[in-house]
């Protein structure tokens, strides 16, 4: 008799925490590592991860530890899922549990700062592990509705198709359905473009500008997504998928989306030290954005949006004298 599938998830956050319900409702075995060793004790003892999924009970199959080599033992999947900008660092640390055969599966949508990399790339780099060990789960996939068995569908992107395939079995469930890919340059791409995006339209929608402003920055948007996702070799179809404009939508009209959410509060009129200080779990946009727009410059690619968030975000621009700028930039056909 075959044995269950082994899964280590890295990290106890909302998404990490459903996705290791997925696993575990698909039949796997899982254990979550936690950072910190009380919130392991309490899901052991409890079944719930009352800080990030409050109200949650967890399958019986999934268990949790604050050590790391007792979370890889045996694993067969490495879920990664912590921010993005800590990937790096942490994987330092726990290369050295990796077993020989493990998967590494990204849950994660950024670019690394300063090496504008993506995830998948990361990870390459810090364990060494070939491309065809390194997938990537993605699309419209807002966790608390995931951990609530609501029907969803996402993408499981790996360079070997036979890897992807292996890994779709793993979390194919009655209400989470993923679909195969090997474009991972396109399926990472949209992950961590949406993120962007989804900060100018929860902007917008905190300005009270209203659904036809929503529409543009969407279309246009995915418009960017696409014109960079093709200067890296990303397939184009990608984007029109759930990779793209899926986990866009989603992001952007969603007040589940934290993107969306830091988003508003800024359109609101918060600083970005307020905003920051009311949100409790990460919005990778907000620090992806600059990694994304010097991406485009490294790829000589035009993204007018990425480029009006990081001056409201970083730059202290305020979003009127912003969206100003970008509605007077030069007329120009749409495919362009």
Not at 20 to 38: I, K, N, P, Q, S
Not at 96 to 109: A, E, Q
Not at 311 to 331: C, D, N, Q, T, Y
Request: proline content about 4%.
């Amino acid at each position: 008799m075959t044995r269950p599938a082994k899964a280590a998830v890295l990290g106890t956050g909302s998404w990490g925490t459903a996705f290791g319900m997925v696993l575990a409702d698909a039949g796997c075995e899982v254990t979550l590592w936690a950072r910190r060793a009380r919130i392991a004790d309490e899901v052991n003892r409890t079944r719930v991860n009352h800080e990030y999924l409050p109200g949650i009970e967890l399958p019986a199959r999934v268990r949790a530890t604050a050590e790391a080599a007792e979370a890889f033992d045996g694993a067969d999947f490495a879920v990664l899922a912590v921010p993005s900008q800590t990937l790096r660092a942490n994987l330092a640390d726990w290369t050295p549990h990796l077993g020989p055969r493990t998967v590494l599966v990204s849950l994660m949508k950024g670019v690394e700062l300063g090496t504008t990399k993506r995830m998948s790339e990361v990870i390459g780099d810090v364990t060494g592990v070939g491309r065809e060990r390194i997938a990537v789960v993605t699309g419209p996939n807002l966790a608390k509705e995931i951990a609530e068995r609501r029907p969803a569908a996402a993408v499981v992107a790996c360079a070997d198709e036979d890897v992807a395939t292996r890994l779709q079995a793993a979390c194919h469930t009655s209400y989470f359905r993923p679909y195969t890919n090997t474009d991972v340059i396109g399926c990472e791409l949209g992950g961590a473009v949406k993120n962007v995006i989804g900060l100018a339209v929860g902007i917008a929608d905190g300005m009270g500008l209203g659904d036809n402003t929503k529409g543009s920055l969407i279309t246009r948007g995915l418009a960017e997504t696409t014109r960079l996702g093709l200067a890296m070799g990303a397939d184009p179809l990608t984007f029109a998928g759930l990779a793209g404009l899926g986990d866009l939508v989603a992001t952007c009209s969603s007040p589940l989306s934290r993107n969306h959410t830091f988003g508003t509060n800024l359109g609101r009129g918060m600083t970005l030290e307020q905003t920051v200080a009311a949100t409790r779990q990460t919005a990778e946009g907000v620090k992806s954005c600059r990694s994304v727009l010097d991406l485009a410059g490294r790829h000589g690619v035009d993204m007018p949006i990425t480029e009006t968030v990081v001056g409201i975000v970083h730059e202290g621009k305020p979003p009127m004298v912003a969206l100003k700028e970008l509605m007077s930039r030069s007329a120009k056909p749409e495919r362009r």
